[in-house]
């Protein structure tokens, strides 16, 4: 529902509709609210009480069944997986929903965790990802009363009307549809949460404490998560963030050939408030819900049912290595017929009805429109090609680029939206980055355990092959040809037995995240993605416009080149 400068749609305690001009000046007059240290400690307190209260015992379960099993094997694998899934479906759903209704940090750390975390199982990855789009969304008068406190005036005086239902809602804040009153130009506008930065400190230090007790392979990565969490907490920085981005897809012409990112209204931002353009088209993850609904239908399955059987297979089967069905042009030209037939057939109807259903009182053909499938290798090579440029030239990408980040524009181009997790890397970072996906291109093995070595990598045995692993794992592919027939957290554990980890440079944790996160963007649309497919060659030419092609490199020219920003986090895999 809209709210205007009329109908300001929430009711009193009596049920009657309150005045837009009511409430600015009763909000108006009442100083803001603010979080006193004693309170701020209280909650934190009390978030911290529920996590560990509610986290705990269903982490200590999950060790107890790994010493179990340890202890006493299963008399076959079924069995043993059979055990691990009952633990799943018994608790993924309430640690979820907790996450969901403490936000802040715990919901992004859950949304991270759907993609980054060595030990998920598929069926936590998936609720994980409610995180993504679900989040409860908080009332409007608190997104309404932080635009006052942000603008320091009557709400109504910079909007003319605002959409009470998010278009999202996250971690730290949600987006609502607005029209400006001075230009009546529609408009997207994230506000930002009155408590999510206080609550920062207290919950990152809580999280933390819980990871290092029971799931220590996690530390390795918190400082640097740490660090770019923070960032996206001033919305002015994330418009900058958009405006760097947009010339950067210009200069290359992928923005407005392939894709789009809203413009920001910089005058309308502030620290809490983020006034941008409105992008036309349903999220990513929305469109491809409805695809696989059709889908479902057409295969006489429910939704629930479809999609617990694409589960099993992946369970079974394992991630494909590579895509295996129709081409982005198979699929262009397929869309073309369904147009020109629907085309044709509308018509044919049109005709019918205005020649002999109207005059003779028939019933009439009517207009139906086309529903092409979306063109997913397009998007996947649209996505992967972006991100790529944007790594390992620009060096300034999305970090978290879930798939409730993309939206499905009419045109047939890919909207790209919330650049609060905008990594900025250094030079010698960049090169990192190009060097690890130019080996991992070739399959040099050597090179990469060279530039891990040199990149402050330690384990105990510094077995070349579990650190050629380990980068693929974490940087390139879940496929099958990787993980050799072992789920995920065998596969890990393995390598953990083989050659635990003891040290790891964290600067290109946020690269990893962003390779772990378009895989699975990749894997909700069917697409198997296998990044070096993409950055190996693209990496490549990089290495040679900078004149360090890949054949001159050694170890003398990495320590010269990419030791100078190191950052050593010390954790066990």
């Given at each position: 529902?809209?709210?205007?400068?009329?109908?300001?749609?929430?009711?009193?305690?009596?049920?009657s509709?309150?005045?837009?001009?009511?409430?600015s000046?009763?909000?108006?007059?009442?100083?803001?609210?603010?979080?006193?240290?004693?309170?701020?400690?209280?909650?934190?307190?009390?978030?911290?009480?529920?996590l560990y209260?509610?986290?705990?015992?269903?982490?200590?379960?999950?060790?107890?069944?790994?010493?179990?099993?340890?202890?006493?094997?299963?008399?076959d694998?079924?069995?043993?997986?059979?055990?691990?899934?009952?633990?799943?479906?018994?608790?993924?759903?309430?640690?979820?929903?907790?996450?969901?209704?403490?936000?802040?940090?715990?919901t992004?750390?859950?949304?991270?965790?759907?993609?980054?975390?060595?030990?998920?199982?598929?069926?936590?990855?998936?609720?994980?990802?409610?995180?993504?789009?679900?989040?409860?969304p908080?009332?409007?008068d608190?997104?309404l009363?932080?635009?006052?406190?942000?603008?320091?005036?009557?709400?109504?005086?910079?909007?003319?009307?605002?959409d009470?239902?998010?278009?999202?809602?996250?971690?730290?804040?949600?987006?609502?549809?607005?029209t400006?009153?001075?230009?009546?130009?529609?408009?997207?506008?994230?506000?930002?949460?009155?408590?999510?930065?206080?609550?920062?400190?207290?919950?990152?230090?809580t999280?933390?404490s819980?990871?290092?007790?029971?799931?220590?392979?996690q530390v390795i990565?918190?400082?640097?998560?740490?660090?770019?969490?923070?960032?996206?907490?001033d919305?002015?920085?994330?418009?900058?963030n958009?405006n760097?981005?947009?010339?950067?897809?210009?200069a290359?012409?992928?923005l407005?050939?392939?894709?789009?990112?809203?413009?920001?209204?910089?005058?309308?931002?502030?620290?809490?408030?983020?006034?941008?353009?409105?992008?036309p088209?349903?999220k990513?993850?929305?469109?491809m819900?409805?695809?696989?609904?059709?889908?479902?239908?057409?295969?006489?399955?429910?939704?629930?049912d479809?999609?617990?059987?694409?589960?099993?297979?992946?369970?079974?089967?394992?991630v494909?290595?590579?895509?295996?069905?129709?081409?982005?042009?198979?699929?262009?030209?397929?869309t073309?017929a369904?147009r020109a037939?629907?085309?044709?057939?509308n018509?044919a109807?049109?005709?019918?009805?205005?020649?002999?259903?109207?005059?003779?009182?028939?019933?009439?053909?009517?207009?139906?429109?086309?529903?092409?499938p979306?063109?997913?290798?397009?998007?996947?090579?649209t996505?992967?090609r972006?991100?790529g440029?944007?790594?390992l030239?620009?060096?300034?990408?999305?970090?978290?680029?879930?798939a409730?980040?993309?939206?499905l524009?009419?045109?047939?181009?890919?909207?790209?939206?919330?650049?609060?997790?905008?990594?900025?890397?250094?030079?010698?970072e960049?090169?990192?980055?190009?060097?690890l996906?130019?080996?991992?291109?070739?399959?040099?093995?050597?090179?990469?355990?060279?530039l891990?070595?040199?990149?402050?990598?330690?384990?105990?045995?510094?077995?070349?092959?579990?650190a050629?692993?380990?980068?693929?794992?974490?940087?390139?592919?879940?496929?099958?040809?990787?993980?050799?027939?072992?789920?995920?957290q065998?596969?890990?554990?393995?390598?953990?037995?083989?050659?635990?980890?003891?040290?790891?440079?964290?600067?290109?944790?946020?690269?990893?995240?962003?390779?772990?996160?378009?895989?699975?963007?990749?894997?909700?649309?069917g697409?198997?993605?296998v990044?070096?497919?993409?950055?190996?060659?693209?990496?490549?030419?990089?290495?040679?416009?900078?004149?360090?092609p890949?054949?001159?490199?050694?170890?003398?020219?990495?320590?010269?080149?990419?030791?100078?920003d190191?950052r050593?986090?010390?954790?066990?895999?």
């Amino acid at each position: 529902m809209w709210r205007s400068r009329y109908a300001y749609s929430s009711t009193s305690p009596s049920g009657s509709r309150v005045s837009a001009e009511a409430v600015s000046s009763s909000s108006s007059s009442s100083s803001p609210t603010a979080t006193s240290s004693s309170s701020a400690f209280l909650t934190g307190v009390t978030r911290t009480a529920r996590l560990y209260a509610v986290a705990a015992p269903v982490v200590i379960r999950y060790r107890y069944l790994e010493q179990a099993q340890k202890l006493f094997p299963r008399s076959d694998e079924e069995t043993a997986n059979a055990e691990w899934h009952a633990l799943d479906v018994a608790h993924a759903d309430h640690i979820v929903d907790m996450l969901k209704d403490l936000r802040g940090m715990y919901t992004k750390y859950g949304q991270m965790a759907a993609g980054l975390t060595a030990n998920v199982s598929e069926h936590w990855s998936e609720r994980l990802r409610d995180l993504e789009d679900a989040v409860p969304p908080r009332p409007v008068d608190d997104v309404l009363r932080t635009i006052e406190e942000e603008t320091n005036k009557p709400w109504t005086e910079t909007f003319e009307a605002f959409d009470e239902k998010p278009l999202g809602s996250a971690s730290i804040g949600q987006v609502h549809r607005a029209t400006l009153r001075a230009s009546r130009k529609q408009v997207c506008v994230k506000v930002q949460y009155p408590d999510a930065q206080n609550l920062f400190a207290q919950d990152m230090k809580t999280i933390r404490s819980f990871c290092r007790i029971f799931a220590p392979e996690q530390v390795i990565i918190f400082d640097e998560l740490t660090r770019q969490l923070k960032e996206e907490f001033d919305y002015r920085q994330e418009a900058a963030n958009l405006n760097q981005v947009s010339a950067n897809l210009r200069a290359t012409r992928y923005l407005p050939r392939d894709v789009d990112v809203p413009k920001p209204l910089e005058k309308l931002c502030t620290r809490r408030m983020l006034v941008m353009e409105l992008l036309p088209g349903p999220k990513l993850v929305d469109g491809m819900r409805v695809c696989a609904e059709e889908e479902a239908r057409r295969l006489g399955l429910s939704l629930p049912d479809y999609e617990a059987e694409m589960r099993r297979r992946f369970d079974e089967d394992g991630v494909p290595s590579s895509y295996r069905g129709a081409s982005a042009t198979t699929i262009a030209l397929y869309t073309s017929a369904l147009r020109a037939g629907v085309a044709v057939r509308n018509v044919a109807a049109l005709t019918y009805d205005w020649t002999v259903a109207k005059p003779l009182g028939l019933r009439q053909a009517g207009w139906v429109s086309a529903r092409p499938p979306p063109n997913v290798p397009r998007i996947v090579n649209t996505l992967m090609r972006v991100h790529g440029h944007q790594l390992l030239v620009d060096g300034t990408f999305q970090s978290d680029p879930h798939a409730g980040n993309f939206l499905l524009m009419p045109d047939g181009r890919v909207g790209l939206i919330d650049y609060g997790a905008t990594k900025r890397l250094t030079r010698a970072e960049r090169l990192s980055a190009c060097l690890l996906y130019a080996a991992l291109w070739r399959g040099d093995q050597s090179r990469v355990l060279q530039l891990c070595k040199v990149g402050g990598y330690k384990s105990r045995h510094m077995d070349e092959g579990v650190a050629y692993k380990l980068c693929r794992f974490g940087f390139d592919t879940y496929g099958r040809d990787l993980l050799g027939g072992k789920n995920i957290q065998q596969f890990m554990d393995d390598l953990h037995k083989t050659d635990p980890l003891e040290e790891a440079a964290d600067n290109l944790v946020m690269a990893s995240l962003l390779s772990v996160r378009l895989r699975a963007v990749g894997l909700s649309m069917g697409y198997p993605i296998v990044c070096s497919r993409w950055w190996g060659p693209m990496a490549d030419r990089v290495l040679r416009d900078e004149g360090l092609p890949y054949e001159v490199w050694d170890e003398a020219l990495m320590q010269e080149h990419l030791t100078a920003d190191i950052r050593v986090a010390k954790g066990a895999v």
